[in-house]
């Protein structure tokens, strides 16, 4: 028997999508049921009640029928807030989009994950409150390989199983390798110590722990060089939004 009856819910809303002349759809990744989809009627009417509700980089507490199959239904949004340094600038809604498209990508819909709906939360809410969007994401795109299959050894060197003071990262051997074993990997990527730092750091920091974090702009530029080579030959998944954050890089560079 299918449950109709409105309940509440903790969301943030992932994206939406116009749909069917005035309506919308909206997906949520709630706090209890996992990711959903919800059919908003006449959301872009004027004053449509739920208007205010389902703006991009809303969250709070919702109400509405949770279906386990096919389309849910919002009925009303109550403590609903927004994002609002995210939502008006355009290079933090760039990397606050691509972490939700991330997300998206990385969970199956309708399975709840307290753990990363709260990592979504404190990240939105770090980039919103000014911390740096490229440490932010870089953090969250680490911390998600695993769901996507991906999991580099980060602790010890992938090739011996030792634990050494010197690290460089190896596609081959799907972590880092130890300066012992270099010669195993002609390719590997010859990065310095202290962006191994910072991968071995990010992999393992608590994001509801994090009270400063600031890295120079050289190393920024080769923690994004290893994590577009892990993500382009392990991940594989093509997100317009991060087309535009690699935009807005050469735009930075022109």
């Keep these: 028997m299918v449950n109709t009856k409105s309940r509440q819910f903790r969301g943030i809303l992932l994206y939406r999508l116009k749909y069917r002349e005035s309506d919308m759809l909206v997906k949520f990744m709630t706090a209890t049921a996992g990711k959903k989809m919800f059919l908003v009627r006449r959301a872009t009417k004027p004053h449509a009640p739920l ?13 509405g029928v949770l279906k386990t199959n096919g389309l849910s239904y919002l009925d ?7 994002f609002e340094q995210i939502s008006n600038d355009i290079i933090l809604n760039a990397y606050a989009t691509y972490i939700m498209g991330l997300l998206d990508q990385a969970l199956p819909d309708s399975v709840a994950d307290q753990h990363w709906f709260k990592n979504l939360y404190y990240a939105l809410t770090f980039i919103n409150n000014g911390f740096d969007p490229e440490i932010i994401t870089n953090i969250v795109e680490i911390q998600l390989l ?34 012992d074993d270099f010669a195993l990997d002609s390719h590997r990527m010859h990065l310095d110590q202290r ?35 892990i993500y382009d030959s392990s991940v594989g998944i093509n ?16």
């Design 195 to 229: 962006t191994i730092y910072y991968l071995r750091q990010f992999s393992a920091i608590d994001m509801k722990k994090i009270t400063h974090i600031q890295v120079n702009r050289e190393t920024k530029k080769k923690l994004r060089q290893v994590l577009d080579k």
């Design 146 to 179: 695993p769901l996507f299959g991906v999991a580099p050894e980060w602790h010890h060197c992938a090739a011996c199983g030792l634990d050494k003071s010197v690290y460089d990262y190896s596609e081959k051997y799907g972590g880092l390798l130890c300066a």
């Design 76 to 82: 009303s949004g109550n403590q609903v807030h927004n």
């Design 51 to 63: 208007a205010s509700v389902i703006l991009p980089f809303s969250y709070g507490t919702y109400e």
């Design 239 to 254: 997100l317009k939004s991060k087309h535009f954050l690699d935009q807005m890089d050469r735009w930075k560079l022109d």
